[in-house]
């Protein structure tokens, strides 16, 4: 297994435009998780699926953005009509539904929005 | 809303120097981890403490969950250099809900 792998690791785009990541997670996780990440911060929580089912979501979360996580394995985070403020570092995470419930995260997407 | 704190901000110290930091809240917790992260990469756990009271042990690490479950803190004795990076401490308020991260210590071991 090679962990959890999101997809691109950077993305430079310019104000307006819209840009999609994705995370592949651990085989056998069934939770996922979508964290924001902005310098010299800790990670925000954005929204977490169980299997296909998007349980929570932020407030974080604008209209703009949208998760998706259509079989149950690997989920994509679309940004529509970015801003500046959407610069920052974009982290998945995956978990087994079990009492320990221990996060793996991946490596990020760090978005820049010029 | 920060529901978690984490003190000190930033921490530089030498070598062989011991050291502890502190992640606090209002909030009770049935678990927290804590978490190390490195540059332009993810965080890795290092401990899940669930017990109040609870002290856990990871080789020179040494990790505190309070009686009431609202605060922790890590004590690294003699650090080193490789233990630079930023310590987070994260929360779950209930089994299955999503982790509450602190803004992290960053800690810097200088040779």
């Known amino acids: 297994d090679t962990g959890v792998s999101q997809d691109p690791r950077h993305k430079i785009t310019k104000r307006g435009q819209n840009v999609t990541f994705r995370c592949d997670p651990i085989s056998e996780h069934n939770r996922l998780y979508w964290y924001r990440q902005t310098l010299g911060q800790g990670p925000e929580f954005l929204t977490y699926?169980?299997?296909?089912?998007?349980?929570?979501k932020s407030r974080l979360l604008s209209d703009r953005f949208s998760a998706e996580r259509p079989k149950g394995s690997f989920s994509t985070l679309e940004i529509q009509r970015t801003e500046q403020g959407d610069s920052a570092m974009y982290l998945c995470?995956?978990?087994?539904?079990?009492?320990?419930?221990?996060?793996?995260f991946g490596a990020g997407s760090r978005l820049t929005v010029l | 809303t920060q529901l978690l704190e984490q003190s000190p901000q930033f921490l530089s110290i030498q070598e062989g120097e011991n050291l502890t930091v502190y992640c606090n809240s209002s909030s009770v917790f049935s678990s927290l981890q804590w978490y190390r992260q490195e540059p332009g990469e993810g965080p890795v756990l290092l401990v899940t403490?669930?017990?109040?009271?609870e002290v856990k042990k990871l080789k020179r690490l040494t990790f505190q969950f309070g009686d009431a479950r609202k605060d922790s803190s890590l004590h690294i004795t003699a650090a080193q250099p490789g233990d630079t990076g930023l310590y987070l401490c994260?929360?779950?308020?209930?089994?299955?809900?999503?982790?509450?991260f602190g803004p992290g210590t960053r800690l810097s071991v200088l040779p």
């Open positions: 995470a995956s978990s087994l539904d079990s009492g320990a419930n221990v996060l793996t």
């Open positions: 403490v669930v017990t109040g009271g």
């Open positions: 699926f169980q299997n296909e089912a998007q349980l929570e």
């Open positions: 994260a929360g779950v308020h209930n089994y299955g809900q999503n982790f509450v």
